[in-house]
Each structure stands twice: as structure tokens, then as C-alpha cells.
């Protein structure tokens, strides 16, 4: 299953609200997880089977879709989320990952 | 604290093998799957492998069946990557990451720091 991830990247301000888009070639269903990275640090879990933040994840972020189009919501950017967002399926193997969105300050 | 601590990354010739290695604390390893996933510029992230919690199930990426195995020594809470006949392709970081839960499909919840891989001559 490919995962389209859209845009590549978001040039965004602090404060300001980002929808990120994954879509799968196929349905994956609910089970769409979401992660973001970093520069020089391991993928982190944020958001699982479409909607369900994992532990210890602000309520900022949400996620929301199903079948074939995602989309990761932050409601209000704050300094530490300028990274890049990963979309991955789990509904069969392999699982596969979605090429990434660069959310960078504007 | 879920700590997972990878190293055996190293500059190796096309055809040669390695032995990647994760050591986990802070969760009861015996219980959980463990995955191993691979990050390039290239490719991006990429599945390569998951074992079950006892070692019974095991799973390939294609690009890597045949030529990678993965093995774990859950009294050491240590997983293996162990990685023979190595091309240009596999260069890469070299994650390894733990699932969610028993019944959670792959979802990765915690993962290391990575070790590096690079395949060149």
C-alpha cells in the first residue's frame, strides 16, 4: 500500500493551524498511524489507528479519516512542532510509510 | 522509562555482514514484538523485519528476505539484526522500535537512536 503524503512541506507561523494529508492507494481502513521526527532523533509515536493519541501527546494534536484520506490536525503550532510528520499503515504487510511533510517556520 | 539502545552499525564492503544489536530496559521485552525499521534519504522510512515476542513468528521485508535474520534473547532483552550478504541499498539508520501492545498490529511506540549501516567499497 503507498501513502501519499501532502504538502511536502508547510511553511507555517507559530500559532497558526496545520492539516497535513496522507492517502493511501488503497483502504487501510482506520489503521493509519501518525508520527513526527525530529533532525538527530527517533520517530515518535503522536497519533494511532486514525484518531487515538498515544501517551502523553497534547491535545493540540488530532487526527482524523478513514478508508483512503488522513488528515493530522495541529490546532495551534507551538515552537517544538516544526518537524516532519510520517503517516504509516498497519492493515497489512508490509507496513509502509508515507513519504513525510516538513512543517517549517514561516 | 522505555530505553532501547542499538549499536553494530559500521561501514562494511558490498557482500559482507553485520550484526545489529538493541538492548531494551524499562518494559517487560519478553512480551512485546519488536520491529526493525531502516531510514535513508532514498527511501525514507522502511519496514524491515518484526519477530513475535517468543521467536515463533517472524517477518521480511522482500528486499531484505533471504539475506537478513532476525533473532531475539529475551533473558538478555536484547534483539539481532543479523545481516549477510549487504548491498549499496541497505545503506541506512537503523532503528529498532518496540509495538504498542500484544494485540496492536504495527505500531511503534517507542524507538532507539539508531545505528548506522553504510554498504560501500
Known amino acids: 500500500i503507498v501513502l501519499t503524503q501532502s504538502p511536502a512541506t508547510l511553511s507555517l507561523s507559530p500559532g497558526e493551524k496545520a492539516a497535513l494529508s496522507c492517502r493511501a492507494s488503497?483502504?487501510?481502513?482506520?489503521?493509519l498511524v501518525w508520527y513526527q521526527q525530529k533532525p538527530g532523533q527517533a520517530p515518535r509515536l503522536l497519533i494511532y489507528?486514525?484518531?487515538n493519541r498515544a501517551a502523553d501527546i497534547p491535545a493540540r494534536f488530532s487526527g482524523s479519516g478513514s478508508g483512503t484520506d488522513f488528515t493530522l490536525t495541529i490546532s495551534s503550532l507551538e515552537p517544538e512542532d516544526f518537524a516532519v510528520y510520517y503517516c504509516?499503515?498497519?492493515?497489512?504487510?508490509?507496513?509502509?510509510f508515507g513519504g513525510g511533510t516538513k512543517v517549517e517556520i514561516k | 522509562e522505555v530505553q532501547l539502545v542499538e549499536s553494530g552499525g559500521d561501514l562494511v564492503q558490498p557482500g559482507g555482514s553485520l550484526r545489529l544489536s538493541c538492548v531494551a530496559s524499562?518494559?517487560?521485552?519478553?512480551?512485546?514484538?519488536m520491529a526493525w525499521v531502516r531510514q535513508s534519504p532514498e527511501k525514507g522510512l522502511e519496514w524491515v523485519s518484526t519477530?513475535?515476542?517468543?521467536?515463533?513468528?517472524?517477518h521480511y521485508a522482500d528486499s531484505v528476505e533471504g539475506r537478513f535474520t532476525v533473532s531475539r534473547d529475551n533473558p538478555k532483552n536484547t534483539l539481532f539484526l543479523q545481516m549477510n550478504n549487504l548491498r549499496a541499498e541497505d545503506t541506512a539508520l537503523y532503528f529498532c522500535?518496540?509495538?504498542?501492545?500484544?494485540?496492536?498490529?504495527?505500531?511503534?511506540?517507542?524507538w532507539g537512536q539508531g545505528t548506522l549501516v553504510t554498504v560501500s567499497s
Open positions: 519477530i513475535g515476542a517468543t521467536s515463533t513468528k517472524t
Open positions: 489507528d486514525a484518531s
Open positions: 488503497q483502504s487501510v481502513s482506520s489503521q
Open positions: 524499562g518494559f517487560a521485552f519478553s512480551t512485546y514484538a
Open positions: 522500535a518496540k509495538y504498542l501492545s500484544v494485540s496492536s498490529g504495527s505500531i511503534f511506540d517507542s
Open positions: 504509516q499503515q498497519r492493515i497489512s504487510w508490509p507496513p509502509t
